[in-house]
């Protein structure tokens, strides 16, 4: 229903601006909803890629471990020497607005060391590091993408809700009241045209008898 506007000149103007701002607002929402889909599905695809990575990797690190029990004894001692992960920083790149994760390792040569003495391990244990080092980097790399994708569909749904507002509310809303008040100003001129032309006829009529 129509919003009961006094229907003016000055009011018609104005609607008709709120009509295509609105329109164009919704425009732009449904761009950034486009592009914010496109974002997630390539995240969701690499989620994907990296899943069956890390689940991969896990497998390999455990059998590596399994090596290096049987063939150095349990690894217990040496596992203890690794210190806990500080090197994970946290910054974030813009997706139309929206603030996406990006995670990253220590990259310095400090976190690649053996923090085990070599006479208390073989290669097997060796190994155990590289596979359980991959699993870590794997792990950072799909919490950022899950995050992100997290992040997205949250936006994508907000985006969603005020594209609907628009499109289904008040853009339908701005297009009653335009068309509300043009068909009363049109009546209302149809009305003054009717007067005028009375108002003329009684003149012509009243000339005439003088």
């Given amino acids: 229903m129509a919003v009961q506007t006094v229907p003016t000149k000055g009011n018609l103007i104005n609607t008709k601006k709120s009509l295509a701002l609105a329109k164009n607002g919704y425009e732009l929402l449904d761009r950034k909803r486009n592009i914010l889909i496109r974002e997630m599905m390539t995240l969701i695809d690499h989620a994907n890629a990296i899943q069956e990575e890390i689940d991969n990797a896990y497998d390999d690190a455990y059998l590596a471990l399994q090596r290096a029990n049987i063939t150095n004894g349990f690894c217990e001692d040496i596992a203890q020497a690794i210190p806990v992960e500080d090197g994970l920083k946290l910054d974030f790149r813009s997706v139309m607005g929206v603030e996406i994760p990006v995670l990253t390792l220590d990259e310095s040569d400090d976190r690649i060391r053996l923090y085990y003495g070599t006479e208390m391990a073989n290669s097997a244990v060796d190994n155990v590091y590289i596979h359980f080092t991959r699993v870590k980097e794997l792990t950072v790399e799909l919490a950022e993408i899950e995050n992100s994708v997290y992040r997205l569909a949250d936006a994508i749904k907000k985006t969603q809700k ?31 045209f009717s007067r005028l032309k009375v108002i003329k006829r009684k003149k012509l009529r009243e000339s005439a008898e003088q």
């Fill in 162 to 192: 005020r594209a609907n507002a628009l499109k289904n509310i008040m853009i339908p809303r701005f297009e009653e009241t335009v068309k509300f008040i043009s068909d009363a100003l049109d009546e209302k001129d149809r009305e003054e």
